[in-house]
């Protein structure tokens, strides 16, 4: 009867009856029947594209996916438990990412609330997606303001990401199976698209533009730096070149190929005074209408490139995934590792000293044995070193006691073995305080290798794929809640026990998919107050998301901010 009826008021309202429906769902409707020829009687499923077509599809949207991601991530847990399914639509209206609860995936697939749909408006009707396409719109298509009545049950709000010339890139949609009757209850899943929206297009700019000037733009000088409005990317003559979608409402509809003095009352020799050593308030940028906005400029980033054809050796390359510091350490240890000068492998319990000394050993062709001694359960007297060449991985050096120092420092004098030492502790502040003794830390400590605890480590997705197939090969994996739970917790026992945490959930589990509720609680509550001198990196490692960085720092959200704005940090270009 309600279809009967559903199709009915399409029919009033397209004979041009008054209706209570938005304008952007009458023109949608006009659309369907009139440039589209789809008839409301008929209701069709939802269109999934073949398996080879997502993958074109996914291909082509790779960079904008990629970028796309740590936002996408962060919305989900905005809305984590209420049930809304995230997804990420490329300009061709078709589902390239997909954030959904793994549960009620053969229901969400049916609804096309999955990877693969196709939400054009010549197939599906009105819809969410559709219709942000078609008008460039943030919009809320809610139950019967869907055309088909397969798609009246869902309510979906869309917000368009522009890429940095202003064209329609990808659609940010989140949709609800079921949803209250009020088209209101949508205000909020608005808001949130629209903010994610946005921050993807900062973070698309950003990345396009490291090697030219930056303007971020904003009304208020309290988010200037750790949220801005809106950005335009200029070239060395202040052209403009790239934008985000906002920049047209602050600095007016065409932009690009405009010069920065046509638009406001600065030129590109100002851009310096907008930088940070200034505080926000002062950083006002006039227009010429007479409207005050601030600005921070950042400059053209001096880039460096990597170095070429460096192949890590042996196991090193098994150590680490995309993170800077690591690949760097991993490097470092690659050229000393050919040497037999003696290491320090610095750490925390749990960051890999003891595979990363493995590694070293391996990359030298001539390796020789491997004896590994634990220091702490060293007796006395009980020092028997192996003759020949090979290494020697002194394990948890600061257990050793004085005497034992003594017996092992006489050992090594005429010891053919290459020395690894691993520590936990500060080595250097225990001579300070008589507690090692000088020259047996000098014979060990030829050159000092630090591992990173793992909360610092930005290639945590890849650790934690790698460690899923050294689970199993190739059914495991994460939901995306799950995922995000592990990545904001502060892991006191690093990849020790991000191992074990994975392995405890794949059993509870005991599908192929992990979820959040599979995962085993924290062991040990986080430290109160996490060091201070961390922030930047525990930033960068969570893509600038303060609510992830604030978990990570045991400490809420607007402590974060506090001490961002304090210290005048900003994401690195
Ligand atoms: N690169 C890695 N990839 C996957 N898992 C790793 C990696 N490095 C370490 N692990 C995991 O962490 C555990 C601890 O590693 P390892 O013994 O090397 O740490 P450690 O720093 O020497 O620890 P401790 O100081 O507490 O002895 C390993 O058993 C393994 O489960």
Redesign the pocket.
């Known amino acids: 009867m309600r279809d009967v009826e559903h199709v009915r008021e399409i029919e009033r309202v397209l004979q041009g009856r008054p209706t209570t429906r938005d304008s952007v769902v009458l023109a949608s409707w006009r659309r369907c029947v009139e440039r589209h020829g789809l008839d409301p009687a008929r209701s069709s499923p939802a269109h999934i594209v073949p398996e080879a077509q997502l993958r074109a599809h996914r291909e082509q949207a790779e960079r904008l996916i990629a970028i796309a991601r740590s936002g996408l991530e962060s919305l989900f847990r905005q809305v984590a438990g209420q049930n809304y399914v995230l997804l990420l639509a490329d300009a061709k209206s078709v589902t390239v990412d997909f954030f959904g609860d793994p549960r009620f995936e053969a229901e969400l697939q049916a609804a096309g609330l999955y990877l693969g749909s196709d939400w054009s408006e010549h197939l599906a009707g009105t819809c969410g997606v559709g219709a942000c396409i078609a008008t460039g719109e943030a919009v809320t298509i809610h139950q019967s303001d869907h055309f088909d009545l397969h798609h009246t049950p869902l309510s979906c709000t869309a917000a368009p990401i522009f890429d940095t010339s202003g064209q329609l890139a990808a659609v940010l949609d989140l949709s609800l199976l079921r949803s209250p009757q009020p088209k209101a209850s949508q205000n909020l899943a608005m808001t949130l698209v629209r903010t994610a929206a946005r921050r993807v297009e900062m973070a698309n700019l950003m990345a396009m533009a490291r090697r030219e000037w930056v303007l971020r733009l904003s009304s208020s000088p309290e988010f200037l730096e750790v949220d801005p409005e809106a950005a335009v990317a200029l070239d060395g003559a202040g052209t403009i070149i790239g934008m985000t979608h906002a920049a047209r409402t602050a600095l007016g509809p065409q932009l690009l190929g405009r010069r920065l003095d046509e638009v406001t009352t600065l030129t590109v020799d100002d851009l310096p005074d907008l930088m940070r050593g200034r505080p926000a308030e002062d950083r006002v940028i006039r227009l010429p209408d007479g409207r005050a906005l601030f600005g921070h400029a950042i400059a053209p980033q001096t880039v460096r490139l990597p170095r070429q054809g460096t192949q890590l050796p042996g196991g090193l390359s098994?150590?680490?995934g995309p993170d800077p510091h690591m690949q760097a350490l991993l490097e470092r240890a690659a050229r000393l590792a050919g040497s037999r000068l003696a290491l320090l492998i610095r750490?925390?319990?749990?960051?890999?000293?003891?595979?990363?000394a493995r590694a070293i050993h391996m990359c030298r062709r001539d390796g020789g044995c491997f004896r590994l001694l634990d220091c702490a359960a060293l007796e006395a007297g009980a020092l028997d070193l192996p003759p020949g060449p090979g290494t020697l991985v002194l394990?948890?050096v600061e257990d050793l006691d004085h005497a034992a120092q003594a017996l092992l420092l006489r050992r090594l004098a005429d010891c053919p073995l290459r020395i690894i030492a691993?520590t936990?502790c500060d080595l250097a502040q225990m001579v300070r305080d008589g507690r090692f003794r000088p020259d047996l830390f000098f014979r060990i400590a030829g050159a000092a290798l630090d591992?990173p605890p793992l909360h610092l480590r930005q290639d945590m997705d890849w650790?934690i794929e790698?460690?899923l197939r050294?689970l199993s090969p190739d059914a495991l994996r994460l939901s995306a809640g799950a995922r995000a739970e592990l990545k904001s917790r502060l892991w006191p026992g690093?990849?020790?026990e991000?191992?074990?945490t994975l392995e405890a959930a794949a059993l509870i589990s005991g599908g192929e998919v992990i979820d959040s509720p599979d995962l085993p609680p924290p062991l040990l509550a986080p430290a109160p107050e996490a060091e201070v001198e961390d922030l930047p990196a525990i930033l960068d490692a969570c893509g600038w998301n303060m609510a992830l960085a604030a978990r990570r720092l045991g400490v809420n959200r607007s402590t974060v901010l506090r001490r961002v704005r304090a210290a005048g940090l900003v994401p690195a270009a």
């Open positions: 098994s150590l680490a750490g925390a319990t749990g960051t890999g000293k003891e595979r990363l394990k948890g691993t936990r591992l650790l790698r460690m050294g690093n990849l020790r991000l191992a074990a």
